[in-house]
């Protein structure tokens, strides 16, 4: 899948479920729970054990799902994830080579960003999507609507304490997606294998957002 077709299908569903998961196991149950739930993206952080052979399985099978990387903080870690499989990858900070590695191999990058400073920088340094870092800590939905309003045309993603409570307001403030990772995969869900659990949160958080980008397209 191209670049421009993952970054179309990211904002298209509008959430990047973040697994953090104790074994390479669970990480493999959390994906295809989330797929099930209706959710075709997911994103494996670097904490996981075994996370690029878990990116390399999905990726061979499981066509539907868009599977990228996150917490990824060093060029060596993104050259792992791109030979195996990965279709993006984040990162929780601003890295200028790590968007100039997407840029060089087409793969979408969507660095982390925090203050209008970082957001231009990373903005004039090609990226198409930013995700703002810690979100809910620091302002929360009213710091989106802040930035949004000297960075209209720019596509932030809200990450860092997004809740079922919150999501619509971030939506409604102009996020074209979020990252959602314990309140969309709970610990014990994970632990106890309770894929129904998960399912149901992604038809709610999946809900929250359809009903926010409708209410924000009146």
Aim: hydrophobic share 50%.
């Amino acid at each position: 899948m191209t670049r421009e077709k993952v970054r179309a299908r990211i904002e298209e569903i509008g959430i990047i479920p973040a697994i953090r998961a104790t074994s390479a196991e669970e990480a493999l149950f959390a994906a295809q729970a989330i797929l099930r739930g209706g959710i075709g993206v997911v994103e494996m952080t670097m904490t996981i054990p075994g996370a690029f052979e878990v990116i390399e399985e999905l990726s061979r099978t499981a066509p539907d799902l868009i599977v990228g990387a996150g917490t990824v903080l060093y060029l060596d870690t993104a050259r792992h994830c791109q030979d195996a499989g990965a279709a993006f990858l984040t990162s929780p900070a601003l890295d200028l080579e790590l968007l100039a590695f997407g840029d060089a191999h087409d793969t979408l990058v969507i660095p982390g960003a925090l203050t209008p400073t970082e957001v231009a920088t990373a903005a004039k340094a090609g990226a198409e999507l930013i995700k703002i870092f810690p979100c809910a800590q620091l302002g929360g939905p009213s710091y989106i609507k802040a930035l949004k309003a000297p960075f209209p045309h720019i596509a932030l993603i809200a990450s860092g304490g997004v809740n079922q409570q919150t999501a619509r307001d971030f939506i409604r403030a102009g996020c074209v997606a979020l990252g959602i990772g314990e309140h969309l995969i709970p610990a014990d869900a994970l632990r106890h294998r309770k894929a129904d659990w998960i399912r149901e949160l992604c038809g709610r958080f999946l809900g929250i957002v359809k009903e926010a980008r409708a209410l924000s397209n009146h």
